[in-house]
T-cell receptor
Framework: GEDVEQSLFLSVREGDSSVINCTYT??????LYWYKQEPGAGLQLLTY?????DMKQDQRLTVLLNKKDKHLSLRIADTQTGDSAIYFC??????????FGGGTRLMVKP | DAGVIQSPRHEVTEMGQEVTLRCKPI?????LFWYRQTMMRGLELLIY????????DSGMPEDRFSAKMPNASFSTLKIQPSEPRDSAVYFC????????????FGSGTRLTVV
């Protein structure tokens, strides 16, 4: 797998939008993923996007994919305190193997 | 399915003792992964299995760490002897080749070595 990079920390106010960014390196990735890790829990799949798409929307979540720049972002609309967590992006390689980024800790202030 | 089941949830042990972490993957999944998570190093892949066979153990930090998968429904990660720097959260995950859902993670085992 290749390196996947994310910023370490993001702080937003409740009700604002959050945008978490990720850069990846494997241009042959078929799927790209976002996982959420709440305190004391494992990583849970939040959403994924197929590499031939450039956008996917799922309720408050919008995933944008820029294949040319190998950039993936996750936008959370109307961010709530329950969205406070660590968010990991991941790229696929060698079929179904995943490489995870270092995670972005999202803090939502009331 | 109950998901990936890990036990115990918490383990506190003394330095030098043997520690065994357990994992039951999702039935039918053919890949199993062991990860370690710390504040300093983030999420590290230790070893993974395909159809019960270890494929890549290059992430295992030392010979003190060993992992087995005797059958499709059970895997263990053993640390012998344990050291304080092994303190971390250990996750097991499983997946099915060709499935687009990625990996399914267990809730983790928080290991504290004192």
């Amino acid at each position: 797998g290749e390196d996947v990079e994310q910023s370490l920390f993001l702080s937003v106010r409740e009700g604002d939008s959050s945008v978490i960014n990720c850069t990846y390196t494997d241009s042959s990735s078929t799927y790209l993923y976002w996982y959420k890790q709440e305190p004391g829990a494992g990583l849970q799949l939040l959403t994924y996007i197929f590499s031939n798409m450039d956008m996917k929307q799922d309720q408050r979540l919008t995933v944008l994919l820029n294949k040319k720049d190998k950039h993936l972002s996750l936008r959370i609309a109307d961010t709530q305190t329950g969205d406070s967590a660590i968010y990991f992006c991941a790229e696929t390689y060698a079929g179904n193997m995943l490489t995870f980024g270092g995670g972005t800790r999202l803090m939502v202030k009331p | 399915d109950a998901g990936v089941i890990q036990s115990p949830r918490h383990e506190v042990t003394e330095m030098g003792q043997e520690v065994t972490l357990r994992c039951k993957p999702i039935s039918g999944h053919d890949y199993l992964f062991w990860y370690r998570q710390t504040m300093m190093r983030g999420l590290e892949l230790l070893i993974y299995f395909n159809n019960n066979v270890p494929i890549d153990d290059s992430g295992m930090p030392e010979d003190r760490f060993s992992a087995k998968m005797p059958n499709a429904s059970f895997s263990t990660l053993k640390i012998q002897p344990s050291e304080p720097r092994d303190s971390a959260v250990y996750f097991c995950a499983s997946s099915l080749v060709g499935q687009r859902d990625g990996y399914t993670f267990g809730s983790g085992t928080r290991l504290t070595v004192v």
